[in-house]
């Protein structure tokens, strides 16, 4: 599935720190880490931009088994208010894990099966090079998707 969304010069790259710090989530009570302002905003739906006043504060719950996504105080945003389909939460389809170059795990368990070997980590890193990725916002998580990658290949190595 292609995500077409524009993104501003400034918000290319993957090279902003993330905000410092830690919350336990509402839902899960895991512990989840501070996201970009400019993520959130890039990710939310009109209407669930249309109930916040500002965007800076929140944090991404990755626990695949919890509903929220992302958390502020009392407010929690879930996959309802995501334009994109969160890949890391149960049940995610498309189970999306590079949203820059379209990597899901549903893509990487094809080529695993079809050749025994998947591409996908030589594809993302030469597509970081030239044309560049956007995970600051694109991938829920505000962060580089190299490590969730790695994580699924391994799983679906397992499972293969």
């Given at each position: 599935m292609l995500y077409s969304f524009s993104v501003t010069k400034e918000e290319q790259g993957c090279c902003t720190p993330q905000p410092k710090g830690k919350a336990a989530c509402p839902e899960c009570g895991e512990k989840a880490k501070g996201v970009l302002g400019k993520t959130v905003r890039h990710l939310l739906k009109d209407e669930a931009k249309s109930k916040l006043s500002y965007f800076d504060g929140f944090y991404y719950c990755k626990t695949t088994t919890c509903k929220v996504v992302y958390f502020r105080g009392d407010e929690i945003l879930t996959q309802k208010d995501m334009r994109v389909v969160v890949g890391l939460k149960e049940g995610a389809k498309p189970a999306t894990v590079c949203y820059c170059f379209e990597w899901s795990k549903e893509k990487i368990k094809a080529e695993l099966e079809a050749t025994g070997k998947t591409t996908a980590l030589e594809d993302i890193k030469a597509k970081m090079e030239n044309p560049g990725c956007s995970c600051e916002?694109?991938?829920?998580?505000?962060?580089?998707?190299?490590?969730?990658?790695?994580?699924?290949?391994k799983e679906l190595e397992l499972l293969g």
């Open positions: 916002v694109l991938n829920p998580s505000g962060g580089c998707c190299l490590g969730d990658v790695s994580k699924a290949i």
